[in-house]
């Protein structure tokens, strides 16, 4: 394909050139291409850090990869309820949900193909089974469909805000009392990797939380979410100046622990298999339990 810079691209590094014209592509896989030879600038090989004129013809020629396909692996997982439409699995810290972004072994879903065979085929071959989702250093409750059918029926429910989703965060900085945040989320322009709610655009979002225990320098919180975005109480709590502990994509100071302090404690839904009401609870797990005992408490205010 052929693509031409122009006066106001001056200055711009060639890799994020691309990206901004190419952005269903990763930056990491343009500037493979680039590296392959497989990008010319006015018909010469570039490289990443080459910087744009303004006036140049830029002819790029993709390479389109396979589709990615999850493939079973013997690795451990606990559930913590199962029946015949649904498994909620309690997900540890820095494992991947499903395989992406170089990821392609020792996630959730590979575990799961394992252990369980077949799982729901609504979110294709890269995400059997998968209704939502949480970061890889979060831990806590994942719901997984086993069925077409129950996935459906799952995906109703967490888009009509009826399945009741409760975390436990410690974050930095004192907040007594409760709070309600309801601003909207979008991806943080200085930092492709991370959210950001300091913007007036994005998507809905709605989180609730509620002060429980106090530390000295932090707050552990109890907190529900209305809605599923990526990154949702991370971002929303760094736009309160309070980021989550350890988190430091959104500002927060490094831990010890190697993970930061967000746990997705409890879900509550419908059993698509016998419409009955389920509640399942996750305990914080012991580098949590490791890291809150050796905080300084200091009461609840």
Do not use: C
């Not at 106001?8 to 269903?24: I, N, Q, T, V």
């Not at 974050?171 to 950001?196: C, F, Q, S, W, Y």
Request: charge should be positive.
């Amino acid at each position: 394909m052929l693509l031409k810079a122009d006066p106001a691209d001056r200055g711009k590094r060639l890799d994020a050139w691309l990206h901004e014209r190419l952005p269903e592509y990763s930056r990491a896989r343009l500037q493979s291409w680039i590296r392959a030879g497989r990008v010319q600038v006015n018909g010469a090989a570039g490289k990443p850090s080459s910087v744009i004129r303004g006036a140049e013809e830029i002819d790029v020629e993709p390479v389109h990869l396979p589709p990615l396909r999850a493939e079973a692996e013997d690795i451990p997982l606990s559930a913590l309820y199962e029946d015949e439409s649904v498994v909620a699995i309690d997900k540890p810290a820095g494992m991947v949900v499903h395989a992406g972004a170089g990821v392609h072994r020792g996630t959730v879903v590979n575990a799961l193909l394992h252990r369980f065979g077949a799982l729901s085929t609504v979110g294709g071959e890269l995400r059997p089974g998968i209704v939502h989702r949480l970061d890889r250093f979060t831990s806590g409750v994942l719901l997984v469909a086993k069925t077409d059918a129950a996935h459906r029926d799952l995906a109703t429910q967490f888009s009509s805000r009826k399945v009741e989703k409760t975390y436990l965060a410690l974050v930095e900085g004192t907040l007594t009392g409760m709070g309600h945040i309801e601003k909207p989320i979008t991806r943080d322009p200085g930092n492709r990797a991370r959210m950001t709610a300091r913007l007036t655009t994005g998507r809905h979002a709605i989180t609730d939380w509620k002060a429980i225990e106090h530390f000295r320098g932090f707050t552990l919180l109890e907190i529900r979410i209305g809605t599923g975005r990526t990154h949702q109480i991370r971002a929303h709590m760094a736009a309160m100046g309070h980021p989550v502990a350890g988190d430091r994509l959104y500002g927060a100071k490094a831990s010890p622990w190697d993970r930061y302090f967000l746990h997705a404690h409890r879900l509550a839904f419908r059993s698509p298999a016998n419409g009955g009401r389920v509640e399942i609870k996750s305990p914080l797990p012991p580098e949590l339990l490791e890291w809150k005992a050796s905080l300084d408490a200091q009461g609840i205010h």
